[in-house]
């Protein structure tokens, strides 16, 4: 079984300028996530999708971040402007209720340098 | 909210040395307890997990023991190898199907032969 799947593994940008991140589930997974750490800290979750529709994104900043999954499989999550606060590994997740502890699967992440 | 504390590393130890991690935690309810491992180069993986109170979670020569008397999910492991070394995470995921996970800050471990 394929993995999650994310692209690109890393990113170097000025800041002001936007950044787009992608990420393709585990076949099946209707349940997506996207979480942000940053060096020194534990993950954080930005947002969550079950199939294309959002659960839970109090924790994403939407002056600046928005993510979408439209045909509820693939998910991008973009940055516009980046501030230099924002550099830290995205990293997308999924699970699937079918699972019987529902466990996360995570990807290799996208590390993100903001300069 | 839910929290997750892990104790101040990193950590080093030599090969073959007794292994553990504090965490605590806060949260309502009965939350399901986990430990996630980032070794160098690759994704966060479970490492193991506990659901209810007394559970004990193993993997790999790792345990840890859900105490709901202390909020507590220690992770122990009897003999280092030089590939334990890596990022160490305990996380917490409230009560609920998919649920998110709240994760501690992590403690890098590095074993030397």
């Known amino acids: 079984e394929a993995g999650v799947a994310q692209s690109p593994r890393y990113k170097i940008i000025e800041k002001r300028q936007s950044v787009a991140f992608w990420c393709n589930p585990i076949?099946?997974?209707?349940?997506l996530y996207w979480y942000q750490q940053i060096l020194g800290q534990g993950p954080k979750l930005l947002i969550q999708?079950?199939?294309?529709?959002?659960?839970?994104d109090s924790q994403l900043p939407k002056d600046r971040f928005s993510a979408e999954r439209l045909k509820g499989v693939d998910s991008t999550l973009k940055i516009q402007p980046a501030k230099l606060e924002d550099s830290a590994v995205y990293l997308c997740?999924?699970?699937?209720?079918?699972?019987?502890?529902?466990?996360?699967?995570f990807g290799p992440g996208t590390r993100l340098t903001v300069l | 909210g839910d929290s997750v504390t892990q104790m101040e590393g990193p950590v080093t130890l030599s090969e073959e040395a007794f292994l553990t991690i504090n965490c605590t935690y806060t949260?309502?309810?009965?939350?399901?307890l986990f430990w996630y491992v980032q070794y160098p180069g690759e994704g966060l993986q479970l490492l193991l997990k506990?659901?209810?109170?007394?559970d004990k979670g193993s993997n790999k020569g790792f345990e840890a023991t859900y105490r709901k008397e202390t909020t507590s999910f220690h992770l122990e492991k009897g003999s280092v190898q030089v590939s334990d070394s890596a990022v160490y995470f305990c996380?917490?995921?409230?009560?609920?199907?998919?649920?998110?996970?709240?994760f501690g800050k992590g403690i890098t471990l590095s074993v030397r032969p």
């Open positions: 996380a917490l995921r409230a009560t609920g199907a998919n649920s998110k996970l709240t």
């Open positions: 506990a659901t209810k109170a007394d």
């Open positions: 999708f079950q199939n294309n529709g959002v659960v839970d």
């Open positions: 076949s099946g997974h209707a349940t």
């Open positions: 949260a309502t309810g009965y939350p399901s």
């Open positions: 997740a999924s699970s699937s209720e079918r699972a019987v502890y529902n466990e996360q699967f």
